[in-house]
């Protein structure tokens, strides 16, 4: 009889542990817009799920939405993260400049040419220039990829092939260095850019190498691939609902704690990295996407006049942030750069 009893009892304890365990289970929604084959959903977040898993057990993970499946497109991304679409969203801050003014002074050239080095700057100040920005939410990483090269349907390898030609620029700050160039800026999502080139509706896009090959393809649609190119960045968030994060236990919210930062950040980067060390073997390989596809590098002359016209406009750009209340932007752009 005694012997039944305990054997109730273990059996009502597991009973109990388990249910204990299965109602502290979370599962965090992550929306991302790209599509699943892209690294930050196979590689990076692919990452972070398994480290949030390992670290907590497998009592905390997370579930990735991707091609924009918690709502269509990257402009509304920080929007959906703030009203709890989804509780973990990626995105761009240049998609809603106005809510990251300084953040998106690492995207303009200047000392850094891979996302590894400009990420880390942007972590080296983090604490004293950016921090303030993401007060609505709880900023898991921050993080670059190089804008290292042009995809385009003519060669803008030249100041004047670049005059009066069409070109997105991987943020609307950097209109004015563009239009110091003679090209035309045009603001268009990567999800546009493919139809963009195809149609004529521009002449080129700052692109990373591996833009040319799959997922994004434009090395179908462009004749010229230039490169040595004043390097311009696009930078990334990966953010929490606030309310979601402090919904956490303790121990959930530690594990969050311990990977949020400069750790997530630089894993982005390497993501990015990765990719485009990728990209350029398909390119040295002969990837189906490039046959047709001239390269052509921006040659010392050129690249020392766009550098050139490139360090005026940034006065212009300064002028405008002082201008509208931020008079430390040269101050943050040459920490970002030293």
Same mark, same amino acid.
């Given at each position: 009889?005694?012997?039944?009893?305990?054997?109730?009892?273990?059996?009502?304890?597991?009973?109990?542990?388990?249910?204990?365990?299965?109602?502290?289970?979370e599962?965090?929604?992550?929306?991302?817009?790209?599509?699943?084959?892209?690294?930050?959903?196979?590689?990076?977040?692919?990452?972070?799920?398994?480290?949030?898993?390992?670290?907590?057990?497998?009592?905390?993970?997370?579930?990735?939405?991707?091609?924009?499946?918690?709502?269509?497109?990257?402009?509304?991304?920080?929007?959906? =993260?703030?009203?709890? !679409?989804?509780?973990?969203?990626? /995105? %761009?801050? $240049?998609? *809603?400049?106005?809510?990251?003014?300084? @953040?998106?002074?690492?995207?303009p050239?200047?000392?850094?040419?891979?996302?590894?080095?400009?990420?880390?700057?942007?972590?080296?100040?983090?604490?004293?220039?950016?921090?303030?920005?993401?007060?609505?939410?709880?900023?898991?990483?921050?993080?670059?990829?190089?804008?290292?090269?042009?995809?385009?349907?003519?060669?803008?390898?030249?100041?004047?092939?670049l005059?009066?030609?069409?070109v997105?620029p991987?943020?609307?700050?950097?209109?004015?260095?563009?239009?110091?160039?003679?090209?035309?800026? =045009?603001?268009?999502? !990567?999800?546009?850019?493919?139809? /963009? %080139?195809? $149609?004529? *509706?521009?002449?080129?896009?700052?692109? @990373?190498?591996?833009?040319?090959?799959?997922?994004?393809?434009?090395g179908?649609?462009?004749?010229?691939?230039?490169?040595?190119?004043?390097?311009?960045?696009?930078?990334?968030?990966?953010?929490?609902?606030?309310?979601?994060?402090?919904?956490?236990?303790?121990?959930?919210?530690?594990?969050?704690?311990?990977?949020?930062?400069?750790?997530v950040?630089?894993?982005?980067?390497?993501?990015?990295?990765?990719?485009?060390?990728?990209?350029?073997?398909?390119?040295?390989?002969?990837?189906?996407?490039?046959?047709?596809?001239?390269?052509?590098?921006?040659?010392?002359?050129?690249?020392?006049?766009?550098?050139?016209?490139?360090a005026?406009?940034?006065?212009?750009?300064?002028?405008?942030?002082?201008?509208?209340?931020?008079?430390?932007?040269?101050?943050i752009?040459?920490?970002?750069?030293?």
């Amino acid at each position: 009889m005694k012997l039944k009893q305990k054997l109730m009892s273990l059996a009502m304890a597991a009973g109990l542990a388990l249910s204990v365990n299965q109602a502290s289970a979370e599962e965090l929604s992550v929306a991302t817009f790209i599509p699943p084959q892209h690294h930050i959903n196979s590689f990076f977040f692919d990452w972070f799920g398994k480290e949030v898993a390992k670290r907590s057990n497998g009592s905390l993970t997370i579930k990735v939405y991707p091609a924009g499946q918690l709502g269509a497109g990257p402009v509304q991304q920080y929007k959906r =993260v703030v009203e709890g !679409v989804a509780d973990i969203t990626f /995105g %761009l801050q $240049t998609y *809603t400049p106005a809510l990251f003014p300084k @953040s998106i002074l690492i995207v303009p050239p200047g000392k850094h040419t891979t996302s590894l080095q400009s990420t880390e700057a942007i972590w080296n100040v983090f604490d004293k220039y950016f921090a303030d920005e993401y007060n609505d939410v709880k900023l898991l990483g921050m993080f670059t990829v190089a804008g290292d090269a042009w995809a385009a349907t003519k060669d803008l390898s030249t100041l004047d092939g670049l005059s009066g030609s069409k070109v997105v620029p991987f943020a609307t700050m950097t209109s004015p260095i563009f239009e110091a160039w003679g090209a035309v800026p =045009v603001q268009m999502p !990567v999800t546009e850019m493919y139809t /963009g %080139l195809s $149609t004529g *509706t521009i002449d080129g896009t700052s692109i @990373s190498a591996s833009q040319m090959t799959p997922p994004w393809n434009f090395g179908e649609v462009s004749s010229h691939y230039i490169d040595n190119i004043p390097v311009s960045f696009a930078v990334f968030f990966v953010a929490m609902n606030k309310e979601r994060y402090m919904e956490l236990s303790d121990e959930h919210r530690a594990i969050i704690d311990g990977l949020a930062g400069k750790e997530v950040s630089m894993m982005g980067a390497q993501s990015f990295h990765n990719d485009s060390v990728r990209g350029m073997k398909a390119h040295e390989s002969g990837a189906p996407q490039i046959k047709n596809v001239t390269f052509v590098s921006v040659s010392a002359d050129e690249r020392a006049k766009m550098d050139g016209l490139t360090a005026e406009a940034l006065k212009k750009i300064f002028a405008e942030y002082a201008g509208n209340g931020i008079d430390n932007a040269e101050e943050i752009y040459n920490a970002l750069n030293k």
